[in-house]
């Protein structure tokens, strides 16, 4: 199946149909990679903490090919492994600043909602609003989730909030990770996971689906990843 590469700041495409930007198409697939290791200490984890299995997600707000996978295929793979304690889902940012403007003040929002316990909310009524991205949505969703306001609008004008973010910029970097979404799915153990396999793109369900299989398999035989 045809499925979306990933936006990175230094390959967008002018499309004739859009004044946005189009990147380009093609097979995404996960690929196996030495075992770096990805540090969760601080992370937004969604799912149960006895999860073995975890799925990164390296994502920008303002990118149309994230919002796609959340509409499309996050429900089933939450439905599927997250909620059924299988996997735990990771949220890490990796706005892409020089073509999403809106990127890293979207993050912004979300991680100072974190700071009040109302992360996957914001997150989720981001990505609902992808087309309305703008400084003066964020306290208007910060009001709608219950936020103190007085806590959310000190968090996003707190230079250290800013830092938090660049931390997973910095981690992509040293992944090989330069657009969004990305993803990497490897082992938990404690607060780091040890990446067995990596996509840049949106997978399918089902590539998602045969990955954790696997990696299922061979964590119950005590064999090494494959």
């Not at 999860?51 to 959340?70: K, L, M, N």
Request: charged residues 20%.
């Amino acid at each position: 199946a045809s499925t979306s590469k990933p936006a990175t700041a230094e390959t967008p495409q002018r499309s004739a149909k859009s004044s946005g930007i189009a990147y380009r198409e093609g097979a995404v697939s996960f690929v196996r990679i030495a075992p770096p290791m990805v540090g969760l200490a601080g992370a937004h984890r969604m799912g149960s903490a006895q999860a073995t299995i975890g799925i990164v997600e390296f994502s920008d707000y303002q990118c149309p090919y994230c919002r796609g996978f959340h509409d499309q295929v996050f429900p089933r793979l939450k439905k599927e492994y997250v909620d059924t304690g299988i996997a735990q889902f990771i949220h890490k940012d990796l706005p892409l600043k020089s073509i999403h403007p809106q990127a890293l003040p979207a993050a912004l929002a979300a991680s100072c909602a974190g700071a009040q316990q109302r992360f996957w909310p914001m997150h989720e009524a981001l990505y609902a609003n992808h087309g309305r991205l703008a400084p003066t949505l964020y306290p208007q969703l910060g009001r709608e989730l219950g936020l103190d306001e007085a806590k959310f609008t000190a968090c996003l004008g707190d230079a250290s909030r800013e830092q938090v973010i660049m931390r997973d910029v910095v981690e992509a970097r040293g992944l090989g990770i330069t657009g969004t979404p990305s993803f990497v799915i490897g082992k938990i153990q404690g607060d780091e996971l040890t990446v067995v396999r990596m996509a840049k793109g949106v997978a399918s369900f089902e590539d998602f689906a045969q990955e954790i299989e696997k990696l299922r398999k061979t964590m119950d035989s005590g064999a090494t990843p494959q």
